[in-house]
Structures are given as C-alpha cells and as structure tokens.
C-alpha cells in the first residue's frame, strides 16, 4: 500500500535540482511581451485623468491600457465591486491604474515615469478605530450566539474586559504573482497563473476581456508557494497580462517583482476585539463576549467568510456556555486584505488564547490548569454554533503533550529562573488548535476528477487542485496508486487545467486533499470495477468471442483485488498482472478512464441564524512553547516547541510532519517579528526582505518536537486522514502565550497591553514602561 507512506513529494528532486519550471522560467515564445502596472501614488483620490502620450513615445512600449479597454472592469470573489483598473476613485496606495505592454522591463520603468494622472485626493481611513467611528464597514454585523451572556456576565463571581489587537500578515510566497497570456485563433486565450483557483481565474478574464468562459483556459502547472494570497488575488493580474495579449495580439507574461507584490497585494486581517469574560473561582469561564473588527482594506475580497471563520474559530477549544460573538469587516484605504492560512482561524483563536492568559493571572493559577478546565470534554460538546465535536480528542492531546512536554517540571524551573536571572526572562505556555474543516460557503464544497489509464498500465490524473509545494499531487499520487496497487511512479499528476476539470474551487480551506483527493478515488473505483468485471468474465474463460463486458454490479467481486501490479482472485488463487488485463479490456472495447465527481454530504451553516453544521469535522492539536527573552532588547528565542496533532490517518506522515512544522513556524512568525508598517498616508513600508522579518532558521525552536496522535475514527475523510495545511498554524500563538507569561512574572500590570505581534520594541517597552 503507498497510502500512509512516507513516499517523496511529486518536486522533491526537481525543485533541488532546479529543473522544476515556475511561469517565469518558461523560454520566451516568438514576440512574447513582458507587462508592469502603474500603481496609484495616494492612498485615497478621485482619478480625473490619465494622459499617457509621452510613455507611449518610449522605444520598447507597445501600448498602454486603461479601464476604458476591459469589457469589464469589475470583479470580486465575493462581491463584484473591485475596479481590475483604477476607473474613477483610487481606494488604495499602489491600487493598478494602467498596464504596459513593451519589449523589455526596461521600458516599462520609463514608462511609469512618464505616465501623467490627474487626481483629486480625499482624506484617508487608515485604521480600524477611525473606520469604526466613521460607521465605515465592508459587511453587515454577522452574529453566533448560545445561552443568555448578559445574565452570566452579571451573576458571575469573577469578570473581565479588554481589547485584543493582531495585526496583519505578508506571505511571503517565494515566487511572487505571475502570468502569462498566449491569444489563440477564434479568439480563444490561453492563460498560466499561479493561482490557487484557475476557475476563478478563467472566469475573471473571460468577464473582463469580454469573452465566453469557453474561450478561455487557465492552467496552473505549480506556485512558489500560496498561502492563501493567490486565492483570489491572481485572477486580476491575468486579467491584465490577457488585455495586453488580446489587444497586441501577442504573447505575454506579468511577473510581479518582490516590492511591487507586497505593495499591491492584500495580506493577512489585522483585528481590533472588544472581549468580556465571566469566570468562576476555578476559572471555568460561565461567559464570553466579543465583538470583532477586522481591517479588510479597500475592497470586500474574502473579508467576509475569513470573518465568519474568525468567528467560528472565537471559542478556540474550550467550551463555553453562554457566548455572544459579533463580527464587522472594516474599510479602509489600504490594499484589500485576503485569505491568509488559517483565514480568521488564528485570529479568533489568538483571542481566546490571550482571554484564558489574563484569567490564570488573575485567579494566580497556572493558565494550563485554567485550559484542562474549559476544554471541550464531558457531556456537552456542542460549539456555540451548534454543531457538535464528534471524536473529540482534545482531552487526550493535552494530557498526552503535559506529560511529553514535561509541563509541570519545566513550569517550576522557568519559575526559578525567573527569580533568579538578572538579564533573562523565561515564559511557557500551551495553546491548541480545533480548526474547522470545510469551506463555510458550502457550494465550494465539491470536486471533479479525471483519470485516465494507458495500456502500459500508467495513469493520468487530473483534478481542480493546484500544487503550492503542500504536498496534494503526491497525496493524489499515492491515492490513485494505492487503489490499483502499483507504485507511486506509474502515476502522474497533470498541470491544473481548467480545460479537464471545471468549475472548481480554491484550492484552500485545508481541502485540498480532502476534496480532490475523494474524487480520484471515485473515479478510479468506477475503472476498477470495469476491470474486476473483465478480470471475472476471463477467469470464466468467457471473453473470447464476447465483444462487450456488460459491468455487473449485481455480483460481489470482493474476492478480486488489485494487488503489487497484479489482480488477484483471492478465491482460486489465480492472478493477471494488470498490464496483460488492461490489454484484454483494450480489445474488449472497455473503457479505461473515467471521471467522477465528490461533494461533502452533510453540511450545512445557516449564516443568518449562526447556526448549523459549518464543518465535516475538526483537526485538532496543542502546542506547548517555552520561550527566553532578552530583558535588554526584547529578543526572544524559542527554546522548545512541543506538538501533538491529531491528523486521523495520514496519507503521508513525511508530507504532514512538513506541513506542522512549516505552518507551526508561518505562526510564530505571525505572532512574534513579522510587523507591517505604514506611512501616516497608508503607505506600506515594509515592503521588501530588508524590511520585513520572518521567521530564519536561527528563529526556530532549539528544540522541535512533533508527534502524531493515532486515531483511527474520522470515516469522513478519504482514507481516514484530516486536512492539515491550516491547523497547525494556529499553534504559532503558543509562543505569543508564552511571551506573556513571561512579562506576567515580571511586569504584571503591563502584560495585558501586549500586541500581536510580540516584537522586540514591544516587549522591552512593556518592560521597561
Ligand atoms: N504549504 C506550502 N508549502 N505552501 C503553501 O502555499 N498553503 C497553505 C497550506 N500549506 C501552503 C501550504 C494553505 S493557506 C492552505 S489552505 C493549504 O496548504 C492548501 O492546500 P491543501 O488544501 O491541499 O492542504
Ligand atoms: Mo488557504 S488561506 O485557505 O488558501
């Protein structure tokens, strides 16, 4: 069997030995074009003109495009108000204004400088106060709430209040947006992206050039990574490579430089989160409230199903009975914020995190003793949702990881420490993860699969998914070998093409692998149900001159299995390899490729009522951090990190241990140096390397120590897995709650100001203050 192997990711040797082809390493086609954009130079303004004669005059230019030359000027994942170029009011610094089309990206740099606009500035809302003050919101208030919070917050031995603040996130992809655009006859176009959904893509270009989804195919062969912010956001850049190729009627690429990616592109949601607590004297919480506010920039983009899950994520993994979550998506003039990892997930549950901090310091207890008492366990494990946490295996994880974790001991030596150190602080903490699986919009719930056997008895599989370096090829590789019995390499997964599977969803929401991964199994049951059948007829010595097999599905064919290349009659003990029945079906006239179609049964979240069944189930996961912070400048080192993850039965441990370990540090990152900074215009500083930190490998725990639970239990994934390209990301918060425990020992009255992220200037200044 190859599922549950550590079988190597489909790139491994072709990333390293640098033969895996990017967009940008494709050779130039004859008269291909390179095209940049014009960003907007105010944060908030009215356009009144665009002359761009003198660039035009530049040797090299081509042409330059404005919204006046797209069919349609408007797209938006979720709602259709976002301008592909800027048409009348400029909403954001950097906002697209024109794109340029040239020989080489020389002349499009002298381009830029001699393009003239006309604008009449307004005045900007640059943060979330000045956008809650303003009543200035992109969505409706969303409410979940259970139980009756007013009456718990009044009768309540103990209360308290406070504001949580995060802030935002770059991702940081190694390759940054690109996309190139081939114009075909009858006015088809042909479009490679990196985007994490080629559907969306197809669809936008289509919209914008005027043209009918059957005339134009996305493909998307892999990205430099993701993360979220190719969900939505690459669409529009192929828009703009496709004007420019539709127009000339030539082939051309947009790569996105680095500085210009982290400009123009939306990035993690900053919050701001108003939160009441009512506990009692042991510090189980009776109550909690809170009212959410994320900053989701100039446009809706995704702001509201990543505020709908920061909201279905606000009760972390405790449960709590009389809860009253609110949520808005703030506008401001920043770029549109977007889908993120975790997509709200670690923003509601950062919060809650932070909550049961500030209780244990308050009652003097231990925050770990403060978790045991609230997590979901005992006779009510309904979520303020309603929807209920099915296999829970949350007790089991925090009392396995307090033992391998050495918790108590470690607690009483950073206690000591503490007393004792002049020039170091030590902190510790444990947090979990129960994040939610399934898009929360339930109609992305589905997938198609295309798999098709040739008669050296090697397949090809194609599905909606794209590959971002998570791991999902491999995962359908093994998928579709396991089901035949042969080994992974007999099995390719082909480039995303919108062409072999249509109206797919994102690859995102952790599902990849869910979603395309169960189609692949329908699809190759269906053949080998084919082949059981011919294999049968043969074994009855009845093919010869039977010119059809009829599929019969009356008959239990159990006994014939697909085995080491093989298919074996387990009742006689005979066996064929697969090559030589494949040929018999050949010249049976039996098909050999099929396609089949999965969607996830069972869901279903009422959004206006806040009620219902949002997930197909939960991956779950706790993390215990111990941190040493620098008291004079603030740095802090994670000393170990220790991780139990529940990820059902992994198709590929190897592929998942990567996936913990790289979303784990994505987090800390998150939560410790990764700080964005602004202008007092709204204009983005940290927009390079130079500027902006995430996390090295000096940033990593000294000690990393990742372990799997078994758990054989979630019969609603295929093969029994779980998703595991989110969850973990959330266990990033363990080293921001360890952070401040540490300023807790210390500077008590302080350690409830700390910020997201925990940077070196903020914590010396929590200290010093
Ligand atoms: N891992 C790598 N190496 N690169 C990525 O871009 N994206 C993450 C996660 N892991 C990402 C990654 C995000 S945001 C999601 S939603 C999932 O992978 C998407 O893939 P999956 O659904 O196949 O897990
Ligand atoms: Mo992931 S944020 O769902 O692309």
């Given at each position: 069997m190859t599922v549950g192997k550590n079988v190597p990711h489909d790139s491994a040797s072709t990333h390293v030995s640098g033969e895996s082809i990017f967009i940008d390493d494709r050779p130039f086609l004859k008269n291909e074009m390179v095209c940049g954009f014009l960003g907007a130079p105010?944060?908030?303004?009215?356009?009144?003109e665009i002359r761009v004669e003198k660039a035009l005059n530049?040797?090299?230019?081509l042409g330059i495009f404005t919204?006046?030359?797209?069919?349609?000027n408007r797209w938006g994942?979720?709602?259709?108000?976002?301008?592909?170029?800027?048409?009348?009011?400029?909403?954001?610094?950097?906002?697209?204004?024109c794109v340029i089309a040239a020989e080489n990206y020389k002349a499009i740099e002298k381009a830029k400088k001699l393009i003239e606009l006309d604008i009449e500035e307004i005045e900007s809302v640059l943060c979330i106060q000045k956008s809650i003050d303003n009543k200035d919101f992109l969505t409706a208030e969303k409410k979940i709430a259970r139980g009756d919070f007013e009456k718990a917050f009044e009768s309540a031995p103990h209360t308290l209040e406070g504001i949580f603040e995060n802030g935002g996130q770059e991702?940081?992809?190694?390759?940054s947006h690109a996309c190139a655009a081939l114009p075909l006859e009858n006015n088809q176009i042909e479009i490679h992206s990196s985007s994490q959904h080629p559907s969306e893509t197809q669809h936008v270009v289509a919209q914008s050039l005027g043209?009918?989804?059957?005339q134009v195919v996305c493909v998307v062969?892999?990205?430099?990574?993701?993360?979220?912010?190719?969900?939505?956001?690459?669409a529009p850049f192929a828009s703009l490579v496709g004007l420019c190729a539709k127009k000339l009627k030539r082939p051309a690429r947009m790569i996105i430089n680095k500085d210009d990616d982290m400009k123009v592109t939306g990035k993690r949601h900053p919050f701001k989160n108003f939160w009441k607590v009512a506990f009692d004297n042991e510090g189980k919480i009776l109550g909690y409230k809170i009212k959410l506010f994320s900053?989701?920039?100039?446009?809706t983009d995704l702001s509201e199903s990543i505020l709908e899950r920061a909201m279905l994520h606000s009760d972390g993994c405790y449960y709590i009975p009389n809860v009253e979550i609110l949520g808005r998506v703030c506008k401001t003039n920043i770029h549109s914020n977007t889908a993120f990892r975790g997509f709200g997930g670690p923003q509601g549950n950062a919060t809650i995190e932070s909550v049961i901090e500030e209780i244990a310091h308050y009652l003097k207890k231990d925050s770990f003793e403060i978790r045991e008492k609230n997590?979901?366990?005992?006779?009510d494990l309904h979520t303020?949702?309603?929807?209920l946490v099915e296999h829970n295996t949350l007790p089991e994880i925090l009392e396995k990881i307090k033992i391998s974790s050495d918790y108590d001991k470690r607690r009483k030596e950073v206690v000591e420490f503490n007393k004792s150190s002049q020039t170091h602080l030590k902190g510790i903490a444990v947090t979990g993860t129960k994040f939610g699986i399934a898009?929360?919009?339930?109609?992305?719930?589905q997938a198609n699969a295309l798999v098709n056997m040739h008669l050296d008895g090697t397949i090809q599989v194609s599905t909606g998914a794209t590959e971002m370096g998570q791991g999902v090829n491999t995962k359908i590789q093994q998928i579709a070998a396991g089901a035949f019995g042969i080994?992974?390499?007999?099995?390719q997964v082909m480039p995303t093409s919108t062409e072999k599977n249509h109206n797919t969803s994102p690859?995102?929401?952790?599902s990849g692998s869910d979603l395309n991964g169960m189609a692949t199994l329908i699809a190759c049951n269906k053949i080998k149900q084919r082949l059981t059948s011919v294999y049968n007829t043969h074994l009855s010595g009845g093919?010869?001159?039977?010119?059809e097999i009829e599929v019969d599905?009356?008959?239990?064919?159990?006994h014939i299995v697909f085995e080491d290349s093989f298919v074996k009659d387990t009742k006689s003990g005979k066996s064929i390899s697969l090559k030589e029945l494949i040929s018999i079906a050949y010249l049976n006239r039996v098909s050999m490729g099929d396609y089949a179609f999965y969607k996830t049964p069972g869901l279903g979240f009422d959004k206006a009522l806040?009620?219902?069944?949002?997930?197909?189930?939960y991956t779950n996961g706790m993390a215990v951090s111990e941190v040493l912070i620098d008291?004079?400048?603030?740095e802090t080192k994670v000393l170990r990190t220790d991780i139990l993850m529940?990820?059902?039965?992994?198709?590929n441990p190897g592929i998942d241990m990567g996936q913990v370990s790289g979303a784990f540090v994505q987090g800390m990152g998150w939560v410790t140096a990764e700080n964005l900074v602004y202008s007092?215009?709204?204009?983005?500083?940290?927009?390079s390397p130079t500027t902006y930190k995430i996390p090295s490998i000096q940033d990593t725990p000294r000690e990393f120590n990742i372990d799997l639970l078994e758990n054989?239990?979630?019969?609603?994934?295929v093969h029994r897995s779980k998703a595991v390209g989110?969850?973990?990301?959330?266990?990033?918060?363990s080293v921001w709650n360890a952070i401040k425990d540490a300023v807790y020992s210390v500077r008590p009255e302080n350690?409830?100001?700390?910020?997201?992220?925990?940077t070196c200037e903020e914590i010396v200044t929590l200290l010093d203050e």
């Open positions: 105010v944060s908030h303004g009215r356009l009144k530049v040797p090299g230019v919204h006046r030359d797209l069919a349609n994942a979720i709602v259709k108000e976002q301008p592909i170029l800027v048409d009348d009011i400029i909403s954001y610094e950097y906002e697209p204004v991702h940081f992809y190694l390759e043209l009918s989804y059957h062969k892999r990205m430099g990574g993701g993360f979220g912010g190719k969900e939505s956001q690459a900053n989701g920039g100039a446009y997590i979901y366990q005992g006779e303020p949702y309603g929807q898009f929360t919009a339930r109609f992305l719930n080994p992974v390499s007999k099995v690859t995102a929401a952790s093919l010869t001159p039977a010119d599905n009356t008959q239990d064919l159990s806040g009620k219902g069944q949002a997930f197909n189930y008291k004079f400048t603030g529940d990820l059902g039965r992994s198709i007092d215009t709204g204009v983005l500083l940290s927009h054989n239990t979630n019969d609603v994934c989110e969850p973990p990301f959330l266990l990033g918060n350690a409830s100001k700390l910020r997201l992220p925990a």
